[in-house]
């Protein structure tokens, strides 16, 4: 079952400002790597996180066949301590 987490980011350019809504996977939302402002990018994926993995359909505990590095999902202290 994939898991998502509904957030909320900021929108700014071209006249628009305010806020989006989207969802990315619980594992994205809870690693200590991931951009907390746009959720779009983290340490592993600096540019932009695939897809597969923003989803929840590829389990980030192993690198990804696009990654350029070793940086796999690690909780923030939040997370880990939940367990």
Not at 3 to 25: H, M, N
Not at 38 to 58: M, N, R, T, V, W
């Amino acid at each position: 079952m994939i898991r998502l987490k509904q957030v909320r980011v900021p929108v700014y350019g071209d006249g628009i400002k305010g806020d989006a809504t989207f969802e990315i996977s619980r594992q994205c939302y809870g690693c200590k790597y991931i951009d907390n402002l746009y959720y779009q990018s983290c340490k592993a994926f600096p540019e932009e996180i695939p897809g597969d993995i923003l989803s929840g359909e590829f389990d980030h505990t192993k690198p990804h066949p696009t990654q350029k590095n070793n940086i796999v999902f690690e909780p923030t202290l939040a997370e880990s301590s939940q367990k």
